[in-house]
């Protein structure tokens, strides 16, 4: 419709991927298109096909111009040579034979040399337009039969520009280098601005490039630069140019200031204290780290991998998308594996890149992600101050909480907010969390890692054990605010107001509810004016037993290299080492949790920020259960979509939230609804689903 109101004009034409894509979806399907829509396909089919042929045009006259002045070349330096020569015959006759030999000898190489120099220049430009083109494998190719064209050209003024495009050409390929800490490096002119490179000689850019693909140039190619037949390979020298030496630098201090790294940040919130910390990195380096928030589908693109920017780093939670894994930078080429393993832990370092519960123990053979953050469940809210003044203590295990649950029924009050609505198709999550963190604490992580994957069914006898304690809690008299037929209605966003509703006059805290379970997030959506750590805290849902670790069910952001620069490499570098987030921490109010073991929780001792406290217990709680071997991810997480996540065509709930509102809505009983999820798993497996 807007290209037709456009009075069909060539701006609105499709283009590139798209075009292709819908292309082969029209000569494919068997729906028709439109009148309007097959004309427009045409009419962008027909764009493509002029811009080629214009291309192509553009192409033979630019071949034909270097042609035209590689013969002018060829002619000034022959009219040198023949005044060179006569100048010689009238001074020094005597010597005319060696005069005339040594002077054509010196038009050969000269000839050759301005040829091989144009060639080279034309092949680096064809490079850079290849990759812009989304072909980083023929701008490789193109880029490195450049370099060998200089084979023999003395000199180095003609490799930087096909280093240059050689090492964009790699980057865009998701190639890693194998480089020494002290390799040299050079900000360059990349195709998206000042872009870092690892200064390496033309021969090893070669071998790397030979290495990463097999494309060469093929009999098209050839015939447009040499006019025929693709010449032979030629190895080139240990000796042959590169960089000059006043462009390039060791590493560190500012030797990369002017680039950037984009970071796509799929489930690290931005707050005031992360940018304090990345704006530090930028002081110490000059590499600028531009943070992209991906949400909605942006994060589903980022996902999928169907995005139209490739991020150099992602910081990501949970397991990597597929098509990050296969380009996932080793850390251990640059980054000393052991201390990575002391530092962080195994489970920790096998987060992103681990697809079954049971292997995130493993001993980790290989990192590739660093974690920096963390996001933990399984917390109970509680209004702090108002809890002191009732005489409530802190329960340690499961039989205290639900004693506590009765005695504040018995004065009146509701012990628990419970909602489960969370927006279609998503409803019912947070009941999928109680059951979780009851399974872990009842059953063990063993029989939680066989559930999780299906192995362990939800009829098991453990996981109906567990399931039975969740059901004590919802159905037992009184205990939920709003009653449990209310539960599937109510938003737990809005929990948090209930948790600390104030009187209208006094402006006391006066719970309509005095707990709540919930993840860690949940402390940046307390109602203003609330202190944390002074009118609101958290307990961790208890052990069954007294004494026992807390297991914790919780998210790992990590962050990963998707593309080697040396910028990607220093920011990396700087994420690993124990002092990151000793800026971020002296943020009041902020997010973080550490990953790493030797972080100094003196960080969070701000004696006007009561929430530091809550921090350094945060980060306490997830230590402690990661050395204990019982920290664990969302096990509905692990589950296909239809069992623990969501359906999208058509959308609906997956079997495990659906049964967690009918069990509240009173629709189902609690054992009828983990019989209903085993049938949902038998169908899938059945290929019904």
């Known amino acids: 419709d807007e290209w037709i109101a456009a009075e069909r004009s060539d701006e609105y034409l499709l283009r590139g991927g798209r075009l292709d894509q819908l292309h082969g979806w029209a000569a494919t399907t068997s729906l028709p298109l439109s009148e309007p829509e097959q004309a427009f396909l045409d009419a962008s089919i027909a764009e493509r096909d002029r811009a080629a042929a214009d291309e192509q045009e553009r192409e033979q006259r630019a071949l034909e111009a270097e042609r035209r002045e590689r013969q002018r070349a060829r002619q000034l330096v022959a009219a040198g040579v023949v005044t060179a020569l006569v100048a010689g015959l009238a001074i020094f006759g005597v010597l005319q034979w060696r005069s005339a030999e040594d002077s054509r000898a010196e038009a050969e190489v000269a000839r050759d040399t301005l040829d091989s120099v144009l060639l080279s220049e034309s092949m680096a430009r064809a490079s850079r337009d290849r990759l812009s083109d989304g072909e980083p494998d023929v701008a490789l190719a193109l880029a490195i039969q450049g370099l060998r064209e200089l084979v023999g050209v003395e000199g180095q003024a003609g490799e930087p520009p096909l280093l240059d495009a050689a090492h964009f050409a790699l980057q865009a390929m998701g190639v890693q280098y194998e480089v020494g800490p002290d390799t040299r490096v050079s900000v360059r002119p990349g195709p998206d601005g000042p872009t870092g490179v690892y200064v390496l000689s033309a021969q090893r850019m070669a071998e790397i490039g030979d290495a990463a693909s097999d494309r060469r140039l093929n009999e098209f190619e050839c015939g447009i630069y040499y006019g025929g037949q693709c010449p032979d390979p030629v190895d080139v020298p240990a000796d042959q140019g590169g960089y000059f030496a006043d462009e390039t630098q060791p590493p560190g201090g500012q030797a990369l200031a002017g680039t950037t790294v984009t970071v796509a940040a799929a489930s690290l919130r931005e707050e005031p204290g992360l940018e304090r910390q990345l704006a530090d990195f930028t002081e110490l380096t000059g590499i600028e780290v531009e943070l992209v928030s991906n949400t909605g589908e942006a994060l589903l693109a980022l996902e999928s991998g169907n995005f139209d920017v490739r991020p150099d780093v992602l910081a990501w939670g949970g397991g990597l998308p597929d098509w990050a894994r296969g380009r996932a930078l080793d850390l251990g080429q640059f980054l000393d594996h052991e201390t990575l393993r002391a530092d962080f832990g195994d489970f920790a370092l096998n987060f992103a890149t681990r697809a079954e519960p049971a292997a995130l123990a493993a001993p980790n053979t290989v990192a590739y992600a660093v974690p920096l953050d963390s996001d933990i469940k399984g917390l109970v809210y509680y209004p702090k101050a108002a809890f002191a003044t009732a005489g409530y203590e802190i329960p340690e295990t499961w039989d205290e909480l639900m004693a506590l649950s009765r005695r504040i029924v018995d004065d009146g009050g509701s012990p628990w ?74 938003n737990f966003t809005e929990q948090m107001f209930h948790l600390l509703q104030r009187d209208t006059v006094t402006g006391a805290i006066e719970p309509d509810c005095w707990m709540f379970f919930q993840g860690d997030f949940m402390f940046g959506a307390v109602p203003p004016g609330t202190v944390v750590g002074a009118d609101v805290d958290y307990f961790p849902l208890p052990p069954m037993s007294a004494g026992e670790t807390v297991p914790v069910i919780g998210s790992v952001t990590s962050m990963v290299g998707i593309v080697d620069r040396p910028e990607v490499r220093a920011l990396l570098e700087y994420v690993a080492d124990p002092t990151w987030g000793a800026v971020w921490a002296t943020e009041p109010g902020n997010g973080l949790i550490p990953m790493n073991r030797r972080f100094d929780t003196a960080a969070f001792d701000l ?43 058509p959308p609906g709930l997956s079997a495990f939230n659906a049964g967690m509102v009918d069990w509240v809505d009173g629709v189902r009983t609690i054992d009828e609804v983990l019989a209903d999820i085993d049938a949902a798993w038998s169908e899938l497996r059945s290929g019904g689903a």
């Open 607 to 649: 004696p006007e920020d009561p929430s530091a406290g809550v921090r350094r217990r945060l980060f306490a709680d997830t230590r402690s259960a990661l050395e204990a071997g019982s920290f664990r991810f969302d096990a509905s997480d692990f589950m296909p979509r239809a069992i623990g996540g969501w359906l999208d065509d």
């Open 417 to 490: 907010c419970v909602a489960f609505e969370s927006g279609f198709p998503f409803n019912g999550w947070p009941g999928t969390d109680l059951i979780e963190s009851l399974v872990l604490r009842s059953a063990g992580t063993e029989v939680y890692d066989g559930w999780a994957t299906g192995d362990v069914a939800f009829t098991d006898p453990e996981i109906e054990r567990s399931a039975q304690l969740a059901d004590s809690l919802i159905f037992e008299p009184g205990f939920v605010r709003v009653g449990p037929q209310a539960i599937s209605n109510e």
